[in-house]
């Protein structure tokens, strides 16, 4: 039987709310107040994002502030993202759902032949990596740089990158696709010991990880990107979407969260 879950496109927003809505969805969800949601969503103005044990200060906050750039801690761990010239998909559902159950490996390995069916059908060659390795002993900012086991690859360099979270309630994932620009510009706003280094690590990034346009050689538009999504997730996942908007004590609660967590400095400098 095809499962229906709620389809939520929201207009491109500052990171802080992003995260907070993400939130308030995976709340109101446990509650059994909310479907299980596919959301997909942009980012204005552009914002670094976090994981949420990653420490503050791998951050140059005035190379950040300068460029008019945004700073938010996700809830969900990995390395930091600059997120520009994407589309960002999250997925809130259940605990006791069936594609989500069990660990996080296990779910991820569930939903990722839907990513991988959303993008081969935007003409892109892409696998999925099946084992995790680094290519540093050294500590890395970056989430992009090193593909981690059961993510989206286009000849080995990294192209969506997922993280997730697990409560008792509810699971969220949310991930990144990279549209187009210069993946190398995240390196502008990290700490380095010196401009050597920042500079090594550029090349590393682009190296090992790539956008849609680089592949293709042509734009692939926001709403182009969002269509393939919607239709692998119905088809491989065996779901029926309804698109509606986020209910009031949806917006209420991520707007609270804004305010108390994501916007907050204890929230943003905890580690």
Partial sequence: ??????????????????????????????????????????????????????????????????????????????????????????????????????????????????????????????????????????PNPVCFEVPSAYEITVHGKKLIGSAQARRKDGVLQHGSLPLSGNLARITEVLSFADESARQDAAERLLARATTVQSILGREVLWNEAAQAFIQAFEEVLDLKFEEKPLSASESGRADDLVRKKYDHPEWMKRV
């Fill in 1 to 138: 039987m095809t499962d229906t879950w709620r389809l939520l496109i929201t207009p491109p927003a500052r990171g802080a709310w992003n995260m907070a809505v993400d939130e308030a969805i995976l709340e109101h969800i446990g509650r059994g107040e909310a479907l299980p949601t596919l959301r997909l969503y942009a980012w204005q103005p552009a914002c670094l994002s976090l994981g949420q044990a990653q420490p503050f200060t791998d951050i140059d906050i005035q190379r950040l502030n300068a460029r008019g750039w945004e700073v938010v801690r996700r809830p969900t761990g990995g390395r930091a993202i600059l997120h520009t010239d994407e589309l960002t998909y999250s997925i809130t559902a259940p605990i006791e759902e069936p594609r989500m159950a069990g660990s996080v490996l296990e779910s991820y390995n569930r939903l990722a032949p839907a990513l991988l069916k959303a993008v081969k059908s935007l003409g892109l060659p892409v696998e999925i990596k099946e084992d995790s390795h680094t290519h540093s002993e050294k």
